[in-house]
């Protein structure tokens, strides 16, 4: 059985493209956070991981029914010669289409211990109102 899931209507743009914004074919695709989304009843909650990321390399924005969310994440190693190498560095970017039920004016952001937390209100429904035959 198929549930319904409205959230799925973000569609993540971002698995055709690569860190560049170039098609994913023409070249390797970097790093790309981990995503959460959830529905409230009058919002949508997307939650991406972006450890050792701070908040001045984090930029979100929104065009044509698109979220964008781009960073980057800097690892110093000073001069130490490396034996592992497991943790992504370098640029990422995620793309999400918006579906026409959010009010894309109001959306919000902030970081807390390594999550982006993005608040995407939906539009006001209309309500159905009576009109008086005079």
Request: hydrophobic fraction near 40%; avoid cysteine.
């Amino acid at each position: 059985m198929n549930s319904y899931l409205p959230f799925t209507l973000f569609g993540d743009l971002s698995r055709n493209f690569d860190s560049r914004g170039e098609p994913a074919e023409k070249a390797r695709r970097a790093w790309a956070p981990a995503v959460d989304i959830s529905e409230a009843g009058d919002a949508y909650l997307l939650s991406m991981d972006v450890p050792g990321i701070s908040r001045e390399a984090i930029e979100v924005s929104v065009d044509g029914g698109v979220l964008t969310v781009k960073g980057e994440r800097t690892i110093d190693y000073a001069d130490a010669k490396l034996a592992v190498n497991e943790r992504w560095q370098g640029e990422f970017v995620r793309r999400f289409s918006l579906p026409d039920t959010v009010d894309q004016e109001k959306i919000a952001a902030k970081v807390e211990n390594g999550v982006l937390a993005l608040h995407i209100p939906k539009l006001a429904a209309a309500e159905p109102r009576r009109i008086t035959v005079q």
